[in-house]
């Protein structure tokens, strides 16, 4: 089945990496939605972090809501990141504080799966 939207070409979906941080702001927008994160640096500051993910119809049939993520939050992010370096990647998995994992289709079959 081929995907109708551009290419993921743009992440190194052979890496996974995680990264805990403070919602900024859930984006539940078509095409795609977005998680904006403030994650703290080594110099006592915080640095913005973007991670793309599914169109919110996907992510609604894995049981997220426009109001899953809430601004504030600390939440762990499990991503692909993306190859040109830059803070960001495509997310699959994210940890809520309280410990619950929710899983993206994506996050379901690819290499940052949750492990069993």
């Known amino acids: 089945e081929a995907a109708a939207h551009h290419?993921?070409?743009?992440?190194?979906?052979?890496?996974c990496r995680d990264i805990t941080g403070t919602v900024r702001a859930f984006q539940w927008n078509f095409p795609h939605s977005w998680i904006w994160l403030n994650v703290p640096n080594a110099?006592?500051?915080?640095d913005p972090w973007g991670f793309e993910g599914e169109p919110p119809s996907n992510l609604a049939q894995d049981g997220w809501t426009k109001t899953?993520?809430?601004?504030?939050e600390k939440i762990t992010v499990?991503?692909?990141p993306l190859r040109d370096g830059r803070n960001?990647?495509?997310?699959s998995v994210v940890t809520l504080?309280?410990?619950r994992q929710l899983v993206s289709a994506?996050?379901?079959?690819?290499?940052?799966?949750p492990k069993q």
């Open 7 to 15: 290419s993921f070409a743009m992440f190194d979906n052979a890496t």
């Open 43 to 46: 110099k006592g500051g915080v």
């Open 68 to 72: 899953t993520l809430k601004k504030g």
């Open 78 to 80: 499990r991503f692909s």
């Open 88 to 91: 960001g990647g495509a997310f």
């Open 97 to 99: 504080a309280d410990g």
């Open 106 to 113: 994506r996050g379901r079959n690819d290499v940052c799966a």
